[in-house]
């Protein structure tokens, strides 16, 4: 089984033992799934990153990094790039944590290639229809809920 976990943004961090960019729990849970199943002999885990311009850390030897866009690229430059990754690695599942536009258009695409998109949620707010940090409505989710193969919430709410 191949599966490609998406690292949410600002997990620069997770991969450049220099780097002073701040990171969430959203991350550091990432950052952890794709450590394990990059250890799973049943599992071919490709973790998609930004496109950093160091990667320095101590468990390189652990994941299989690819990198994609940066920070600074437009929505449809980061859907061009994640598309072409994709086609490339042709994965069964791909994993992504925290509500944006893109994780929305990402369900749809994942849906129409025929590849289980698995996402979880990294909050109530997010459960809830809205993004985390500015708290507005993500006028997306409904595609993201009727395109995604899973959806993991950390409670009951």
């Given at each position: 089984?191949k599966?490609?976990?998406?690292?949410?943004?600002?997990?620069?961090?997770?991969?450049?033992?220099?780097s002073?960019?701040?990171?969430?729990?959203?991350?550091?849970?990432?950052?952890?799934?794709a450590?394990?199943?990059?250890?799973?002999?049943?599992?071919?885990c490709?973790?998609l990153?930004?496109?950093?311009?160091?990667t320095?850390?101590?468990?390189r030897?652990?994941?299989?990094?690819?990198?994609?866009?940066?920070?600074?690229?437009?929505?449809?430059?980061?859907?061009?790039?994640?598309?072409k990754?994709?086609?490339?690695?042709?994965?069964d599942a791909?994993?992504?944590?925290?509500?944006?536009?893109?994780s929305?258009l990402?369900?749809?695409?994942?849906?129409?290639?025929g590849?289980?998109?698995?996402?979880?949620?990294?909050?109530d707010?997010?459960?809830?229809?809205?993004?985390?940090?500015?708290?507005?409505?993500?006028r997306?989710?409904?595609?993201l809920?009727?395109n995604?193969?899973?959806?993991?919430t950390q409670?009951?709410?």
């Open positions: 089984m599966i490609a976990v998406i690292l949410p943004s600002r997990s620069e961090a997770l991969f450049d033992k220099t002073k960019v701040i990171f969430g729990g959203a991350n550091v849970q990432m950052y952890q799934i450590k394990e199943f990059g250890q799973c002999d049943e599992v071919d490709y973790t990153i930004g496109d950093y311009e160091t320095n850390f101590d468990e030897d652990k994941f299989n990094l690819i990198k994609t866009f940066r920070d600074t690229d437009r929505i449809f430059v980061k859907f061009w790039k994640y598309h990754k994709l086609q490339q690695l042709k994965p791909v994993l992504q944590r925290g509500l944006t536009a893109f929305s990402l369900a749809v695409y994942c849906k129409i290639y590849i289980s998109f698995v996402y979880m949620f990294a909050s707010t997010e459960a809830g229809g809205r993004y985390q940090e500015s708290g507005k409505r993500a997306l989710f409904k595609w809920l009727a995604a193969r899973i959806l993991i409670n009951t709410y």
